[in-house]
């Protein structure tokens, strides 16, 4: 591929390295059967027989240390060489132990299993491609050969395999069994099928020069679906026109030919220009990657020469685009978190099989239906994550114990839940938000004693956001969630239903995930809280009219939640009340053992005039009427 590139970019012809040619008479002594051209669309089989095994010469030895790979033999050292000068695994088999006389690709068969090169015993199923010989598997597909057929110091003959394997299923096998190999790295990425005998044929040069063999039988090609190439026509005016040259249709042609590709220019006359041109260019099967006419004006240009494009200014073009509500509402939330002080982290996927447990997770929640991976790349990790909170914890660990203890985090993103009764097996993929704090509630200073933050942080940072928002909530206290302290949680619902909560994180929890600081958590369900969202919002000009204040010092029963009294207050203020804030909480034992007082700073605005008294008390004295006869709230007494 490098030579190919670096012959295409100085125009010089492509010089391959010498292969055999010979002509054999005799017939293979092993027979190749394909049994699915899915899984293998090629294999090749040649005999080399009459090897001296031994070490290998100077110049293959220096190649192949300079290539990181320390030389083994003369045989093995010539399979890797190979493999890294034409892009092409290769392998070798000793002959006399393959067994009756047949090469078989296929799938292995249930319970069967294979000592590797390794010298690892490996346990096969149904979803591994193996190579085998008349009685068992012999090789791995693609990935690693077999022990028991290995070239040792006492081969003489050999088997040469040459094949192209179906990616995926080269993929899969590996993740598998855990192996990750040169030949996998290859074949995982498409190798050329086309290529085949070519580098049998180098392969076998090879191995006469270095180890003495010599090629008496045919080899045995099965290749059941032959490469048949796709053409693309180009069209000069077109590749003109995106690129910004005045090429003409011969000179692309002539350009894509210096990469390897068969390009034929119409015969009809073609303009100085290129701009009634059209080529016809058949891609070779070791450009895969070439699909469509845009994949050949690239290739163009890039021979062509990118500084050789003139760097003419095109006027701007209008980019007019729709948003999508949904992005819009996740760039907002996440603009919002950040402006709250959070910084915002990414999680992996997967969680651990371990998770629910952790997070006490009852047997029968949602979050215990899991999607299972089939080729998970950790095997630890095949298991789809169900909730933000287990990696969140993780990141919120590794940060603590690297001494990073005061921690504003936050994840927007997705969870999958695992649906049986859905008939294209599909999970539900909920996007959820997940703010996490711990340490210190502001950074260290010294005008400010150091505070830690509490519950009622995440809870203020919540109902910041919810705000900014413009969504109206109810907050309850005592979240549903094991992993959370129910004694310092909350609900937030609305209209439509539940939008989440928080609280902090139970002890217990926090131990499992090795964590030894309080952490206090937000989780939002973003689905939900899409919903709760208004349709528009109206802005209101700078008021013109002064506020009015009043302070009402109130003796509330211990049993009165406070945002039912603010609740109440709300709707007997009317149009006049601007806003409610509890500004005091004082508790002594002349307001009795079940009562504390709240102090309210109550705002009044007109947008019409100023107001007076007579305009704001009666709305006063009804909201103390109310809270009397609603929640036994008295006035306190100075």
């Not at 069967?112 to 591994?128: A, C, H, N, S």
């Not at 045995?220 to 180009?234: G, K, S, T």
């Not at 649906?419 to 097996?425: F, I, K, L, S, T």
């Not at 996490?436 to 109902?463: M, Q, S, T, V």
Request: with cysteine.
């Amino acid at each position: 591929g490098i030579a190919r590139e670096v012959a295409a970019l100085y125009g010089s012809p492509l010089r391959l390295p010498a292969i055999w040619s010979g002509h054999p008479a005799g017939d293979t002594p092993v027979n190749v059967a394909i049994e699915s051209a899915e899984d293998c669309a090629r294999y090749l089989g040649r005999t080399i027989r009459n090897l001296r095994v031994g070490p290998s010469p100077d110049w293959l030895r220096e190649r192949l240390t300079a290539m990181g790979l320390e030389p083994i033999n003369n045989v093995v050292d010539v399979t890797n060489f190979v493999l890294f000068e034409t892009g092409q695994p290769i392998h070798a088999f000793d002959l006399k132990r393959l067994r009756g006389g047949r090469i078989v690709v296929r799938r292995a068969r249930a319970g069967e299993t294979l000592r590797t090169l390794d010298d690892v015993e490996r346990k096969l199923d149904p979803d591994i491609l193996v190579i085998a010989d008349a009685e068992s598997p012999v090789a791995l597909a693609g990935i690693m050969g077999g022990a028991d057929s290995a070239v040792s110091e006492d081969t003489t003959d050999v088997l040469l395999e040459v094949a192209y394997f179906r990616p995926d299923l080269v993929r899969s096998g590996r993740r598998k069994l855990g192996l990750d190999t040169d030949a996998s790295y290859r074949f995982e990425r498409e190798t050329d099928v086309e290529a085949v005998r070519w580098v049998a044929d180098r392969a076998t040069q090879l191995f006469i020069d270095v180890c003495g063999g010599e090629v008496r039988e045919d080899a045995d090609d099965a290749y059941p679906r032959p490469w048949h190439a796709r053409e693309i026509v180009l069209r000069a005016a077109r590749a003109n026109q995106l690129i910004g040259t005045e090429l003409s249709a011969q000179d692309m042609a002539r350009l894509l030919g210096r990469l390897g590709l068969e390009a034929r220019p119409e015969a009809k006359s073609v303009s100085a220009t290129g701009a009634d041109g059209r080529i016809h260019v058949r891609v070779p099967a070791f450009r895969r990657d070439l699909h469509e006419e845009i994949d050949l004006v690239e290739e163009v240009a890039r021979v062509h020469g990118y500084e050789n494009i003139p760097d003419d200014v095109l006027p701007p073009a209008p980019l007019v685009s729709k948003r999508d509500p949904r992005e819009t509402l996740l760039e907002r939330l996440r603009s919002r978190c950040v402006g709250l002080g959070y910084f915002e982290a990414r999680t992996s996927a997967f969680m651990d099989r371990s998770d629910p447990d952790r997070m006490r997770l009852g047997e029968d929640d949602p979050r215990r239906s899991f999607v299972r991976v089939r080729n998970p790349i950790v095997a630890a990790l095949d298991t789809m994550r169900t909730s933000l909170v287990p990696g969140m914890l993780r990141v919120l660990r590794h940060n603590v114990h690297h001494g990073s203890d005061d921690l504003r985090l936050v994840q927007i993103d997705r969870v999958f839940i695992a649906q049986a009764d859905r008939e294209d097996g599909l999970p539900r993929e909920p996007e959820k938000l997940l703010a996490l704090a711990c340490g210190a509630r502001h950074p260290a200073g010294w005008a400010e004693a150091h505070k830690p933050c509490d519950l009622y942080d995440i809870k203020g940072d919540a109902e910041a956001l919810l705000e900014q928002l413009g969504v109206d909530s109810v907050w309850s206290a005592g979240y549903t969630e094991p992993f959370l302290n129910s004694a310092a949680s909350f609900l937030i619902s609305g209209s439509y239903g539940t939008i989440g909560g928080g609280g902090a994180v139970d002890a217990e929890v926090l131990r499992a995930y090795d964590i030894d600081v309080p952490v206090f958590l937000l989780e939002l369900d973003v689905d939900q809280l899409a919903q709760h969202l208004p349709a528009n919002r109206t802005y209101r000009g700078i008021a013109r009219f002064p506020a009015v204040k009043r302070d009402l010092s109130l003796v509330v029963p211990r049993r009165v939640q406070y945002r039912d009294v603010q609740a109440a207050v709300v709707e007997s203020g009317g149009a006049l009340l601007e806003s409610v804030e509890c500004f005091d909480v004082f508790e002594d034992p002349s307001l009795g053992p079940n009562a504390h007082s709240i102090g309210l700073r109550l705002r009044f605005r007109s947008d019409e005039k100023t107001l007076q008294d007579k305009d704001v008390d009666p709305t006063v004295e009804r909201m103390v009427r109310r809270l009397a006869k609603q929640y036994e709230v008295k006035l306190r007494a100075e």
